[in-house]
């Protein structure tokens, strides 16, 4: 016999509270919410620094020559998703792109068990490259540097981790921002 | 259009992410919207823990701890059936190497889930959208959690084909629409 289905219409607290009046409205909520990110911004450019740095004493230490192990590649996912967190909420496209890529690469040599280096390698060299140039690497020059990573990444044939996803309105409906 | 206002002093946040710095950012994100510090954990255990003993009125959960999977906080939480805490609205946010979790977070419980990476704009719509909805809670034995049909108005009758409803990605929600449809028309 099928488990019945018990359902609840409840009035969670937080309907209760920002139901209050006063509060903020939307866009200034969310203006102020930018200029509080945006103090961070120095201190998210460093922590992006620190994690390639962490990134690069990875491929470094390899456990043997030109071969990463499993741990290693789980490290470098980790570490990486933190910098594609970082990027995109920092606008910092270019960064983002390419730890996007390393992640695909990392994920996809986890899944098919292998442990060469130098895609990783490759990757973790142009991140550094664009974290240290900044503004001044003209727009060509990160075309040019995504283009090569997306090279690896297809000779590989590693798929996409986002592939597959639910798009955003799958996860959040309409959302309702009449007043 | 007026804008929409949220009164969020007061509410009392639990995040739970295993990167301290993200936390961070998150937390100045949610001062800016006038709410108080949020509660920091950054594992499943010590959320256990702090639920145990506090209340939240909304919990932010990354999609995978250290300790745990995301999914078995959010099924610890919806199954506490003598605690109120069971209906808190939950947000879970995927890092991108935790997209492949995203559809498993969903069905654990969770009430919204966010891709990272997140910014003011996509994060406070989440909240005013767990704020001002009705959502029916479903026990379900299996599923516990708010109701994964997102559209609360049935479409009108004869307005689907079964085969193209099966092919629906909503687990039978429209199946579900449509017997509900069929139940009123008789009654």
């Not at chain 1, 664009?130 to 990573?149: H, K, Q, W």
């Not at chain 2, 702090?50 to 999609?63: R, S, T």
């Not at chain 2, 078995?72 to 199954?79: A, D, G, H, T």
């Not at chain 2, 805490?85 to 969770?110: C, E, H, K, N, W």
């Amino acid at each position: 016999m099928s488990t019945p289905i018990r359902t609840f219409f409840p009035r969670t607290r937080l309907s209760e509270l920002a139901a209050r009046a006063g509060g903020m409205p939307r866009d200034l909520a969310i203006e102020s919410a930018k200029a509080s990110l945006e103090t961070m911004r120095g201190e998210s450019t460093l922590e992006i620094a620190r994690s390639i740095g962490e990134l690069e004493k990875i491929v470094a230490a390899p456990a043997a020559a030109a071969k990463l192990g499993r741990g290693q590649l789980t490290s470098v996912l980790r570490v990486t998703d933190q910098i594609v967190s970082l990027a995109g909420m920092f606008d910092l496209t270019g960064l983002d792109v390419a730890a996007r890529s390393l992640c695909d690469v990392a994920d996809g040599l986890l899944n098919r068990g292998m442990d060469d280096l130098e895609p990783v390698a490759v990757h973790v060299q142009a991140l550094r490259l664009m974290a240290s140039s900044g503004a001044a690497l003209p727009p060509e020059g990160v075309a040019t540097i995504l283009g090569e990573l997306a090279k690896v990444v297809a000779h590989f044939n590693f798929t996409p981790i986002g592939a597959g996803v639910p798009a955003d309105d799958e996860l959040c409906p309409a959302l309702p921002l009449a007043g | 259009m007026a804008q929409p206002r949220l009164n969020l002093k007061n509410v009392t946040t639990l995040l739970v992410d295993s990167d301290p710095f993200t936390r961070g950012l998150v937390a100045h994100m949610l001062r800016g919207f006038g709410m108080d510090s949020p509660t920091q954990c950054e594992t499943g255990s010590q959320a256990r823990h702090y639920l145990e003993n506090h209340y939240a009125d909304l919990c932010i959960f990354e999609a995978a701890q250290p300790d745990m999977p995301g999914t078995e906080l959010i099924k610890w939480v919806r199954r506490q059936e003598n605690s109120p805490f069971r209906f808190v609205p939950i947000i879970v946010m995927s890092g991108y190497t935790q997209l492949r979790l995203i559809s498993t977070a969903r069905d654990s419980g969770a009430n919204i889930v966010i891709k990272k990476p997140i910014s003011p704009q996509n994060i406070f719509d989440r909240i005013m959208w767990a704020a001002r909805t009705t959502r029916p809670f479903l026990d379900a034995g299996e599923y516990v959690g708010p109701d994964r049909r997102f559209k609360t108005v049935a479409p009108p009758n004869g307005q689907y084909r079964r085969q193209s409803d099966r092919a629906a990605p909503r687990g039978g929600a429209v199946e579900n629409l449509q017997r509900t449809n069929a139940a009123a028309e008789r009654s």
